[in-house]
């Protein structure tokens, strides 16, 4: 068999224990990773952290999927560099010139659509090899001599499916980490924010008592001065360039903070004010995170795109790199302008009102009239800032740092900038915005009710539906009135669907985040 230009003997003639230790090396690494993942599963239920449990079971599903590729550049390989084609195919939309093709060769030309120059240095090693080297490569099936003997070449060598293979394999690992970074350094921003949910808690308390209303200055609240310049406050564009600047410092202050939180308490779950929020934002946050460590197939197509957009002169690598900081600047505008706004309908409505400042959650404010657009912008931005430093990485180890893929330096200082910016940004700005904001929608998400009322009033739910289809078909259902089984019925579709119904949810059982 061949494999990255080199022969070598098959099994029948290679020495048992280097069989044996080869896989019992390989077989430890991988039992030890699943074991690793197996006691990370288990310490997260026994945290009752369920989101992230699913979060790691989406990990696994990613490995798995990374496995089945494997399998099958494995078992294609040899058909694939059995698949020949004219040499003037593979002359074209190359990522390096075919100028640099005898210095460069073994780098681009293998893992690219090989070209010319390879077929004539594999015709004249050919020619001095041994004779009985034509009929080794006949038997083995090497795509340099089933291809030559056409006068043709292969459309891709097992170098460059080897080649290929490590690049998915490093993207993948990447992406998971640089998501589980984010969410982690994110998670550890919006944590600080906890003393912030104990002051108003330990407010509450030392107020419980009937107190004479109090009457707020609408314009002299912090939370509308600092969202309003000292000149300009009608001005769309002065609005637009707060909202774009306050993103890179003070991106929530406690002012945004205790307003935000009172406006979703008030519109949500108006009977139940010592409710949690900061605990509820966090399991909401933790649920979204396993659907941003996953790499959906558009995240794989954009991967094939920029593989064929790959053509020399067009410095594809660095132009893309301007995308994610794009969107992720757009992102944070939005969703400090989205504070910003209800901040000016608060100000335009009242001058003074009786009690705390209350804003109106909804999805008016959204672009699509849909928070969780949102998310799907932030796991393309994560996704394709990991692609950008993968890639980078994987040209400088595979092929060297000074290869016609890497680019002149110039271009490639620029994308490492531009990565450790968009990640540190999206880490300690977006995420916890995204996590505070995307809360004042019209609807409130599930994660408002902790996990065991959560099972419990599915349960409910399911027995009510069953003695309400017992009931219909003229049997006994065991004592429960319609009126009950309806009322389950409901509470129950809270949980099937993504949010829940808009509104004042003062029924809703309450969760003081204790449990």
Not at 196 to 217: C, F, G, H, M, Q
């Amino acid at each position: 068999m061949s494999g990255g230009g080199e022969e070598g003997e098959s099994l029948e003639f290679t020495p048992t224990w280097v069989v044996a230790a080869v896989c019992t090396v390989i077989v430890a690494i991988s039992l030890a990773a699943e074991r690793f993942l197996h006691f990370g599963g288990k310490y997260l239920k026994a945290k009752d952290q369920k989101p992230l449990y699913e979060a790691l079971q989406k990990i696994k599903e990613e490995l798995m999927l990374l496995g089945f590729i494997s399998l099958l550049l494995t078992v294609t390989q040899n058909g694939i560099t059995k698949i020949c084609v004219p040499p003037a195919f593979t002359r074209h939309m190359l990522p390096c010139s075919l100028d640099l093709a005898p210095k460069h060769e073994s780098h681009f030309q293998t893992f690219y659509f090989p070209g010319t120059p390879r077929r004539l240095l594999a015709a004249t090693a050919a020619e001095h090899a041994p004779p009985h080297s034509e009929a080794e490569a006949t038997e083995t099936g090497t795509e340099t001599g089933f291809c030559a003997r056409k006068n043709k070449v292969p459309l891709l060598s097992v170098e460059a499916l080897h080649h290929l293979h490590i690049f998915i394999f490093v993207l993948a690992v990447v992406h998971v980490a640089f998501s589980v970074l984010t969410v982690v350094f994110g998670g550890a921003r919006i944590r600080q924010w906890k003393h912030w949910e104990d002051s108003i808690a330990k407010k509450n308390y030392e107020t419980d008592r009937v107190l004479k209303p109090k009457v707020t200055n609408v314009q002299q609240h912090d939370f509308i001065r600092g969202r309003f310049s000292g000149f300009g406050k009608d001005s769309a564009i002065v609005g637009w360039m707060i909202s774009f600047s306050k993103q890179f410092y003070g991106s929530v202050t406690k002012s945004d903070y205790v307003t935000l939180r009172h406006g979703f308490i008030m519109t949500h779950c108006k009977s139940n004010p010592k409710f949690n929020f900061h605990k509820y934002m966090i399991r909401a946050l933790e649920d979204d995170f396993k659907q941003v460590v996953g790499i959906s197939w558009y995240l794989w197509l954009f991967v094939v795109i920029f593989l064929l957009l790959n053509i020399n002169g067009w410095h594809t690598y660095f132009w893309i790199a301007f995308i994610p900081v794009i969107l992720l600047l757009a992102v944070g505008t939005k969703l400090e302008h989205v504070i910003t706004q209800l901040a000016h309908e608060v100000a335009e409505k009242h001058a003074a009102i009786e009690g705390d400042l209350v804003v109106q959650p909804s999805d008016e404010h959204f672009w699509f009239h849909r928070p969780r657009v949102f998310l799907f912008l932030i796991h393309f931005i994560l996704f394709q800032n990991a692609f950008e430093i993968a890639f980078f990485f994987w040209i400088w180890v595979t092929y060297g740092f000074d290869s016609c893929i890497m680019g002149q330096v110039r271009y490639i200082i620029p994308r490492l900038v531009i990565g450790v910016f968009i990640q540190v940004l999206c880490s300690y700005s977006t995420l916890p915005l995204y996590a505070i904001v995307t809360q004042m929608g019209t609807h409130y998400k599930r994660a408002i009710f902790n996990e065991h009322l959560q099972h419990n009033i599915v349960g409910w739910a399911q027995k009510a539906k069953k003695r309400k289809e017992l009931k219909a078909d003229g049997r006994p259902g065991q004592g429960s009135s319609q009126e009950s089984a309806n009322t389950g019925i409901q509470l129950g579709s809270i949980f099937t669907k993504k949010a829940s119904a808009p509104g004042d949810t003062s029924s809703a059982p309450k969760d003081d985040g204790t449990s």
